[in-house]
């Protein structure tokens, strides 16, 4: 799952599966392992719903604690 977090958060897909907006001013935080990523309203839970919801899959938030709502208003 690391590898899949690292690669959602770090912009390398140029845009492709990750708009590079979805995730501007949010820092993400695996609460699974020791992992984060990102500056800005911190979104905590646990990596798998981290990365779903990282590539736009709304269903996993309720998973997840802090700014949801902010990751919910993007595309």
Known sequence: M???LD???SGK???TFIP???LKGLRL???DQDWSAGDGDE???ASLPLVLAA???KVVLPELAGAVSALQARP
Do not use: Q, S
């Open 43 to 45: 979104i905590r839970g």
């Open 29 to 31: 935080v695996a609460t």
């Open 7 to 9: 690669f959602a958060t």
């Open 55 to 57: 590539l736009g899959r």
């Open 20 to 22: 590079r907006a979805r």
């Open 2 to 4: 690391r590898i899949a």
């Open 13 to 15: 897909d140029h845009g």
